[in-house]
């Protein structure tokens, strides 16, 4: 590995927290249908391996409100449907409701006694000891959730990024729209690869050579004021922030586009910033070694972190309906 990989990518920090606990983790953990202490969340060592090619998740954040007393759940019943959009996909059963799986990611927090921003997993693998190459169709999932802190921010100072060698995965082949585990091997490379030459994340390209997204974020540009995002068809996941991105600056009246999008279009962008349940709004400052707009974050993301952050937090009026409250300090 090359000298430029350790963290002078000092932008890679914004999502350092994103690793998760090691044995010393939360007390709690909610594994097939209740709450376990962490330390007893284990299973064999056989059933790591082929069930893990099918294994889908979710990441959702509960965010700390503005006066303190509760933990906001943004979106919670969204993941909880891409979820199981995801395992559809994949031809494996949930062997728990929504509503059911909504229970549990509340009482995990409250058994945690989370009193701050939180990043929540819910995932679920194939049960039982799978010796078979091919995972079988219907196969019955087993389910946990686990959490860890996770602090927020914005850095205006943004990101360097690259467009990588390696090509997106498609729906034909591995259908990026299916939150799994495995497809995050394609973003791995990309991004071992973006390290290596000196950038902190890549972009990727998809199989017709149109930008796609990041690895494990989508990302969007700003050229003449108009919002422009890949399409849907362009090999993204089906993400719950690009929705929520596009909402809320349709509302503040700027012009949204979502389409396919050349690579030459990044050069020529006014702003770019790539957008996650964990990134957040990350402004890209630097695109192939060439500066994007001033080199820090522009107005338009600026004004979208405002806004973001003003919904997650409780500040807003709007879309109350996307916050799932939870006291902090209340017990199971």
């Known amino acids: 590995m090359s000298s430029a990989t350790p963290l002078r990518h000092e932008a890679a920090a914004h999502l350092g927290s994103l690793a998760t606990p090691g044995a010393d983790g939360p007390e709690w953990i909610w594994r097939g249908g209740r709450l376990r202490p962490w330390s007893e969340a284990t299973i064999h060592v056989n059933a790591v ?24 759940l943004f979106r919670l019943e969204d993941h909880l449907d891409r979820l199981r959009h995801s ?61 860890w802190p996770f602090r927020s921010g914005f850095r205006r100072e943004g990101c360097r990024a690259a467009v990588s060698s390696w090509l997106r995965i498609t729906d034909a082949s591995t259908p990026p729209r299916v939150k799994a585990f495995s497809n995050y091997h394609n973003g791995r490379l990309a991004l071992i690869e973006a390290r290596e030459n000196g950038h902190d994340w890549p972009i990727l390209l998809n199989d017709r050579h149109q930008v796609s997204e990041g690895a494990g974020a989508c990302v969007a540009l700003v050229r003449d004021g108009v919002v422009i995002t890949p399409s849907l068809s362009s090999g993204v996941l089906e993400s719950i ?9 349709a509302e503040e009246g700027y012009e949204v586009e979502e389409r396919p999008v050349d690579r030459t279009e990044l050069y020529l962008a006014d702003e770019l910033f790539f957008l996650g349940t964990a990134w957040e709004v990350l402004p890209i400052t630097a695109v192939d070694g060439l500066r994007v707009g001033e080199g820090v974050a522009g107005p338009v993301t600026e004004r979208l972190y405002e806004l973001y952050f003003s919904l997650v937090r409780g500040r807003s009026d709007r879309h109350l309906g996307w916050l799932t409250p939870v006291p902090v300090g209340a017990h199971v």
């Open 241 to 249: 922030t690009r929705s929520t991105a596009l909402t809320l600056l």
């Open 87 to 147: 395992a559809r996909i994949c031809r494996v059963e949930i062997p728990h409701s929504r509503d059911e799986l909504a229970e549990a990611v509340v009482d995990l927090l409250k058994a945690n006694r989370a009193a701050g921003d939180t990043y929540v997993r819910p995932w679920a693998f194939p049960e039982g000891l799978i010796r078979e190459q091919m995972v079988p169709a219907g196969a019955r999932c087993e389910v946990v959730v686990d959490s």
């Open 49 to 72: 391996g082929h069930a893990s090619v099918a294994a889908v998740f979710e990441g959702i954040k509960a965010y700390l409100a503005e006066d303190g007393e509760n933990l906001l």
